[in-house]
């Protein structure tokens, strides 16, 4: 491993040492997920305006379905300058930058429109900074929604209706913890055997998005949905600072400004993409369950040791993520 990132730097560094020419600059993007999925489409609107905006000279290639490799490897070459941008949610980035974190506490933000105004303000600013030390650059947010519950068992109106059910979880301590808080039993499983698991009762339930309870089938085997919004972790767009350095200031200037401007085009698709699943898994027979307001307070109240687990400073992030009106 430690061989491979030393060759990766290397071939970085050999790269940036190569004198600027007057010649098309072609740069890579990495994507795992499929063509016409909303982040992929995001994606292919910042390729076009920066082509469109520095006049053909810089064309980015987007390489979707994982064809540079998983997430994790593709980070790493990022990092290394090897790969020159990726989309990836903003969860493995907290090994790099830990005020991460705080972005993915649950019940975090009042809604949709907080997020948006946190994260399009000075303190998601902040967080596109942050990633600099560890020699990448924060571009743009894209959207992903926010994760439910959904089950096979019974409606979901309380906390006390979640006790003891097997909830399938991502290998995340946060994930787990916040499954715990709520009385549940967290059950840590690769995505693919989520739909068997809930078939046979291996597991009770799971959470995510509406377009993944859809496309997955999922709502075929659970069919109680919960629209509690625990989670809303947005997606990231992120440049190698060893790749950025290489352009003047004026191009690298384009293309964060070509990132943010992509981001109204890739929510617009989220939003429809979303509407489309729903809309499909409702029609299926799913059960759609929202929260009264006394027991949403009831979920949140019940995450109060997860924040005060939290260090001083991601609670000060915290605070200053809820003070945002």
């Not at 430690?2 to 071939?11: D, R």
């Not at 190569?18 to 994606?43: I, Q, S």
Request: hydrophobic share 40%; charged share 25%.
């Amino acid at each position: 491993m430690k061989k491979g990132i030393l060759v990766l730097t290397a071939l970085a560094l050999l790269f940036a040492a190569l004198p600027a020419t007057a010649d098309t600059v072609v740069l890579r993007l990495g994507e795992t997920h499929v063509a016409d999925y909303p982040t992929t489409k995001g994606n292919y609107e910042f390729a076009r305006l920066v082509e469109e905006r520095t006049g053909g000279r810089i064309k980015i290639e987007v390489y979707h379905s994982s064809q540079l490799g998983q997430e994790k490897a593709v980070i790493e070459q990022v990092q290394f300058g090897a790969i020159d941008f990726t989309r990836v949610s903003i969860s493995p980035l907290s090994a790099f930058a830990p005020a991460f974190d705080a972005l993915q506490m649950p019940y975090l933000y009042s809604g949709e429109e907080h997020m948006w105004k946190v994260l399009n303000g000075p303190i998601g600013e902040e967080f596109l900074s942050s990633l600099e030390p560890a020699n990448f650059i924060g571009l743009a947010w894209f959207d992903s929604g926010a994760r439910n519950f959904y089950n096979s068992k019974k409606e979901i109106k309380s906390v006390a209706d979640l006790k003891g059910m097997k909830i399938r979880v991502q290998e995340s301590k946060l994930m787990m913890g916040l499954v715990s808080a709520l009385g549940a039993v967290p059950t840590p499983m690769p995505f693919g055997e989520v739909y068997s698991a809930l078939q046979t009762g291996v597991i009770d339930g799971a959470e995510n998005n509406w377009p993944s309870y859809f496309s997955t089938s999922h709502y075929e085997v659970a069919k109680y949905f919960t629209l509690d919004g625990h989670t809303r972790v947005p997606e990231i767009l992120i440049a190698s600072k060893i790749s950025m350095d290489r352009l003047s200031k004026e191009d690298q200037e384009i293309i964060k400004q070509a990132a943010k401007d992509s981001m109204p085009y890739q929510i617009k698709l989220w939003k429809e993409f979303e509407k489309v699943s729903e809309d499909k898994v409702r029609a299926a027979g799913s059960i759609i369950t929202e929260l009264t307001p006394e027991a949403l307070v009831e979920f949140q109240n019940a995450m109060k040791p997860m924040y005060d687990a939290l260090s001083p400073e991601l609670q000060e992030v915290v605070k200053k993520i809820r003070d945002v009106q």
